[in-house]
């Protein structure tokens, strides 16, 4: 069953504005980092994690609340809005993949959001908001379970948003990962004397370890989220869910994507884990966790078509 009509025209408009408002912010975001632009901190060397020259680093300039950051800021709210609506809590409670997704990149962006307070991120904005845009509008095709009956259950609204909020920090980390993997292999080819079709981009992206930095504060934020989901999925179950626990492939997966995040950090204080080691395993622990209940839902409500 879909929403009513009143939900859908209202969801509609929120998605839509807040679709726009994250375009209006991407196409904002690459007019900075577009060709002949000044950029804002040039791409420094990170002693032991490129293990390659870079170019030398001019000053880093501070950021500023510029009209990017304030359509970005436009559009969270309206995305938030979206998400309110989607969730049709005046009948119910719906919840699915496509509202995970949603809520997941709302976090990821308003994080997003407060780093663009203090550090020049243009360029990751360029990254994520096109995403963010579409996941946005995913709600309006696939409106997931309803959820009104178990509302009573006390720790089930809190065990669903501690999750999304997990999936939003951790998401936004793999992608970071991955630009960061990025920017280090066209370091490398800049390095050997090699063009690289990044080197414009690189220019406009805080140092690499500013980016660093940046990932473990996500990871960190993301694995403390991540264990209060764990937990209350563990220790509440039949609560929760109505049934005792049971290992069944999203508890494995949640599990198993813990212990690889766990892994990581104590592996970066205890044997001082960096580069490749940590972007391979924030990768492989958000895979996991992408697995464990996106997977699990996209499955039931498009393939099999249950709630």
């Given at each position: ?139 309006l095709a696939f409106p997931g379970s ?29 992608l970071h990962a991955t630009l960061m ?16 079709p990044f080197s414009r981009w690189l ?105």
């Amino acid at each position: 069953m879909g929403y009513t009509d009143s939900v859908s025209i209202l969801l509609v408009i929120a998605t839509g504005l807040a679709a726009l408002l994250y375009a209006l912010a991407w196409l904002r975001s690459t007019r900075s980092t577009a060709p002949g632009a000044q950029p804002h901190a040039a791409t420094a060397a990170a002693g032991g994690f490129i293990g390659a020259a870079a170019p030398s680093a001019a000053p880093h300039a501070g950021a500023r609340v510029d009209l990017g950051s304030i359509l970005v800021l436009a559009g969270l709210v309206a995305h938030g809005w979206a998400l309110y609506v989607a969730a049709d809590v005046s009948s119910g409670f719906r919840f699915g993949f496509a509202q995970a997704l949603s809520a997941t990149f709302w976090v990821g962006v308003a994080m997003l959001w407060v780093e663009g307070l203090s550090v020049r991120i243009e360029a990751l904005r360029a990254v994520v908001l096109p995403v963010a845009a579409l996941m946005c509008l995913l709600p309006l095709a696939f409106p997931g379970s309803d959820f009104g009956a178990e509302r009573g259950q006390p720790l089930l609204l809190p065990h669903l948003v501690v999750g999304t909020l997990a999936y939003g920090v951790l998401m936004l980390a793999a992608l970071h990962a991955t630009l960061m993997t990025a920017a280090e292999r066209a370091l490398h080819r800049v390095g050997r004397g090699e063009s690289s079709p990044f080197s414009r981009w690189l220019e406009h992206l805080p140092p690499l370890l500013v980016l660093e930095r940046i990932l473990f504060r996500f990871i960190g934020v993301g694995f403390v989220l991540l264990t209060l989901t764990a937990l209350s999925g563990l220790v509440f179950s039949e609560q929760v869910f109505g049934r005792p626990l049971r290992l069944d492939h999203k508890t494995v997966f949640t599990l198993v994507s813990w212990a690889v995040f766990a892994a990581l950090l104590v592996g970066r204080r205890v044997r001082g884990w960096r580069g490749r080691t940590a972007l391979r395993l924030t990768l492989a622990g958000f895979t996991l966790l992408l697995l464990a209940y996106v997977g699990t839902r996209f499955v039931l409500e498009v393939i099999l078509q249950r709630g």
